[in-house]
């Protein structure tokens, strides 16, 4: 057709990118003596149209971009040696008679296989029966308990060999760990020291029955004990409750009982993906800043000013009042607590320095129990020189705040109401957070020594939310795994989660009969020890500075900035507020801005890239406006759809300011051609929208194509389509296969008006 020529855009082009400087021929003329056919509808018997139809519009069998990916063939007799995708018979899935015939062919009465398979069955299971079936595997109910209790696929597969680095593993867990628990109960949390055994006593047993991760162990965090003791502070402030040990640790129960209980929520509503949504830098913000306040608080005790700070209060102040108040009164330093806790602290990061410089040359460093070692030495030196006569604070009795080692209680009862209404906000961000962390220890771990044992997120959830809420029934702290626990499990022999039954096995026992020997443990000690942790969380910080530094990421940093100083200058409250609220709005921000392309031809081929890459290397197509949706549409980013659009008829490109004046001319858009490939679902809403836009192309008289449209007729984004009204706007034969096919039927649809209007 005359005026319509090839061109390429030139970096000397004077006219706007995305225009034609010249003519394009790219589009072929067709005289009108048929018309092309639509991929969508494969009942067309028409021989004659399609015979007449131009040739370069007729189906190719070669290989494209909506080539079947299988050829399928017919099921031949005998045996099969072809492989994954041989042709096999056709085979239903198993209907509910014959999954109950699979599980009453089992051992057992009859009652509870009715009672598992009704609750069992599901759609995936229906599917997975018919895989089995067709691979010939075994397809029976301990296979899907197996999935779901993943003890019964590690005990099953359980040898003896195991057991000595198993053992091997929990005792040196304990030796660094149980001494870890007594500080961060009693330093962090507030609570009796007690309560922080209860956390390795529980709720590794637990996990290691639910957990999907053969070598992760789970226990007390610095970060989950700290925001504990938050909220015992802020209760007993507020001056609703007795300062009293039984209040501290009922209050503590309670926070467990409701970040298990959430985390459980979560995953029984497959909520695994939770642990996307919280930002790199919001995590590292927060935790440098729970790491600041933590070295911050420890600071107060080490210097023997604890008591002081008591009665002025500023014990419960935001962190630059604590340093503030340190400044002020350096001179009435406890010199005997500031040397012991100094001494400690020293010792033990001289221990952790040269144990990771050793481990790559001498990996059996890390059984070497330092921080037991220092806990032992002070607690026999605090006995024999009689450290408590000096002023040196000691743990004292370990005593349970119930009067009985053991005492069950159940968090969610009407009594406890008033500490879940001040505790609701705190326990979200401890599951967030904990359930995050035990992700990313979890995942680091790498793969199950144990075959069968898959890691699974949303299981993971339902582990960890089970046990927390039943290590809340005896009030102990809320407990997640950790990466460097969980490093130490693995480097110390342990291939199972029978360490984490041996470790909660030992924790027993030392509640049971070690308590009386925690008598003497010095509390700078102790402290010391919460200082290395916040060491730990503060030390990784400079390097992802570093790293958004150079990237130019000052979003990031800016992120990581307001959490960080809105802690420590006012409360965990306010940071932890202000972090989950901007990560929401930024994923919301991201979810729902319209990721659509304008799309120009790779000179010599069929190929059609994004312009925005490289609009000078690119062809352009006069009166075709060719837009690629690349992503599911949904209530969330359809609502710019229509205005994304406009910019692109009006400038070509969706990055261009609202307030020019138009570049693109009306005939450059009498054909708009979607290219849907990316559109693999559309909810109500994104179906709303699509009709209007179509709608309103229509009655300017615009042609409308769609191609690459996902699957066929039986697709939902198809039956959408149908029932909406978008096809008989539009035409079922402007559905076709590709963008080329598109450009030929708007150069054949051309030629029809033209021809009309000479004969006219």
């Not at 858009?669 to 192309?697: A, K, M, W």
């Not at 054949?748 to 009309?756: M, T, V």
């Amino acid at each position: 057709m005359a005026g319509r020529h090839r061109s390429q855009a030139s970096d000397g082009s004077s006219g706007h990118p995305h225009q034609p400087a010249q003519p394009s021929t790219l589009r072929q003329s067709h005289t009108p003596s048929s018309r092309p056919t639509s991929y969508i509808d494969p009942d067309n018997d028409d021989d004659d149209e399609q015979h007449n139809a131009p040739s370069s519009s007729r189906r190719r069998l070669d290989a494209s971009e909506s080539s079947p990916l299988l050829i399928t063939s017919t099921a031949h007799p005998g045996e099969c040696d072809h492989g994954t995708f041989s042709p096999r018979a056709t085979s239903s899935i198993l209907g509910s008679q014959e999954i109950e015939r699979q599980i009453d062919g089992m051992q057992g009465s009859d009652d509870w296989k009715t009672w598992l398979k009704q609750r069992m069955r599901t759609k995936k299971m229906g599917d997975a029966s018919e895989l089995a079936q067709r691979a010939g595997v075994s397809n029976d109910t301990i296979m899907y308990l197996s999935y779901y209790i993943p003890c019964l696929t590690w005990m099953r597969q359980y040898k003896p060999s195991y057991l000595q680095g198993d053992i091997v593993a929990a005792i040196t867990m304990a030796s660094f760990y149980l001494p870890m628990a007594l500080s961060l109960a009693a330093n962090l949390a507030h609570v009796s020291p007690l309560n922080g055994l209860y956390s390795f006593v529980f709720n590794p047993f637990i996990y290691a029955i639910l957990g999907s991760s053969s070598q992760m162990v789970v226990g007390p965090e610095a970060a989950g004990s700290l925001l504990v003791g938050s909220v015992v502070k802020s209760s007993i402030d507020a001056g609703d409750f007795e300062d009293n040990d039984l209040i501290h640790a009922q209050i503590a129960g309670v926070v467990a009982g409701m970040a298990g209980a959430m985390v459980l929520i979560a995953g029984l509503a497959r909520l695994g993906f939770l642990d996307s949504v919280l930002s790199r830098p919001f995590l590292r913000g927060f935790i440098s800043a729970i790491g600041f306040v933590i070295a911050v608080d420890q600071l107060i005790p080490e210097l023997g000013l604890a008591k002081l700070a008591d009665k002025s209060g500023v014990s419960h102040g935001s962190s630059v009042e604590k340093i503030a108040f340190i400044i002020e009164h350096t001179e009435k330093v406890h010199r005997p607590t500031f040397a012991v806790a100094g001494i400690s602290f020293l010792v033990i990061m001289f221990f952790r320095e040269m144990k990771r410089r050793l481990e790559p040359r001498y990996p059996s460093v890390v059984f070497v129990p330092d921080r037991f070692f220092v806990v032992v030495v002070s607690a026999i030196l605090c006995w024999y020189f009689e450290w408590e006569k000096s002023g040196v604070e000691i743990l004292g009795a370990v005593k349970s705040a119930t009067g009985s080692l053991f005492a069950f209680r159940w968090p969610f009862t009407f009594s406890h109401m008033r500490h879940i209404r001040s505790a609701m906000s705190t326990s979200f961000l401890i599951a967030l957070l904990g359930f995050f962390e035990s992700s990313v220890a979890a995942k680091s771990l790498g793969s199950s020594s144990i075959p069968g044992m898959e890691l699974s997120a949303n299981r993971e959830m339902i582990a960890l939310g089970v046990a927390n809420v039943v290590g809340s029934c005896f009030m102990s702290l809320p407990a997640f795994g950790g990466y460097g626990r969980s490093k130490v499990n693995k480097t110390t022999g342990g291939k199972t989660p029978m360490s984490s039954i041996m470790l909660s096995l030992i924790s027993l026992l030392s509640v049971i009969f070690l308590l009386p020997y925690f008598y003497f443990l010095p509390k700078p000690v102790l402290c010391s020890m919460i200082s290395v942790v916040a060491w730990s969380l503060i030390e990784e910080a400079p390097h992802d500075i570093k790293f958004f530094i150079k990237i130019r990421g000052w979003t990031e940093l800016g992120l990581m900035a307001i959490i960080f100083l809105s802690t420590i200058f006012y409360s965990l409250t306010l940071g932890m507020a202000l972090g989950v609220g901007i990560s929401l709005l930024m994923v919301i921000k991201h979810s729902t801005r319209p990721r659509i392309q304008i799309l120009g031809r790779i000179p010599g081929t069929q190929l059609f890239e994004n312009a925005e890459a490289d609009p000078h290397s690119l062809e352009f197509i006069e009166g075709c406006l060719i837009v690629k949706i690349p992503e599911p549409l949904t209530f969330a980013n359809t609502g710019e759809l229509k205005s994304r659009l406009r910019r692109l008829e009006l400038y070509g490109t969706p990055s261009a300011h609202p307030a020019l004046p138009r570049i693109r001319s009306q005939e450059a858009n009498r054909n708009i051609i979607f290219d849907i490939h990316g559109v693999t679902s559309i909810d109500g809403s994104g179906t709303q929208v699509l009709e209007e836009i179509v709608s309103s192309y229509r009655e300017r008289g615009v042609r409308v194509f769609f191609s690459r449209m996902p699957g066929g007729k039986n697709h939902p984004v198809w039956r959408l389509m149908v029932s909406s009204g978008i096809v008989d706007l539009v035409g079922e034969n402007h559905f076709v296969r590709d963008v080329e096919e598109a450009l030929r039927m708007t150069e054949y649809e051309e030629s029809i008006e033209d021809a009309r209007s000479s004969v006219a």
